[in-house]
């Protein structure tokens, strides 16, 4: 069963950092990129951040550039995103995704094959 599996969200102050996992399991990793994205109540789904599938290149959000890592460990089939200086702004669900051919510059949700059940980061004081 093909599966993606988000942990690391919770409660943070302004400030703080988070990082997030996604682990896979049903398929293999390695020849899928990744992509994180998430959704604020009331707003639609945006993309943050992909990565190629060797993990060689990566792209962000405008907004999140300098303080949010893509990063991926094949061997472990997890990818994760690192969240410094985080802002109530960035209060969202976030969710993981894989695709087989992704154009990560557009960081687009359709994309992507295979998405996990997101995990909740709220930043707050």
């Known amino acids: 069963q093909v599966q993606l599996v988000e942990s690391g969200g919770g409660l943070v102050q302004p400030g703080g950092s988070l990082r997030l996992s996604c682990a896979a399991s049903?398929?293999?990793?390695?020849?899928?990129?990744i992509g994180w994205f998430r959704q604020a109540p009331g707003k639609e789904r945006e993309g943050v951040s992909c990565?190629?599938?060797?993990?060689?290149?990566?792209y962000y959000k405008e907004s999140v550039k300098g303080r949010f890592t893509i990063s991926r460990d094949n061997a472990k089939n997890t990818a994760y995103l690192q969240m410094n200086s985080l802002k109530p702004e960035d209060t969202a669900v976030y969710y993981c995704?894989?695709?087989?051919?992704?154009?990560?510059?557009?960081?687009?949700?359709?994309?992507?094959?295979?998405w996990g059940q997101g995990t909740q980061v709220t930043v707050s004081s």
């Open positions: 990565t190629s599938r060797s993990g060689g290149a990566a």
């Open positions: 049903g398929f293999i990793l390695d020849y899928y990129y």
């Open positions: 995704a894989a695709g087989p051919e992704v154009d990560c510059v557009y960081l687009a949700p359709h994309q992507y094959a295979y």
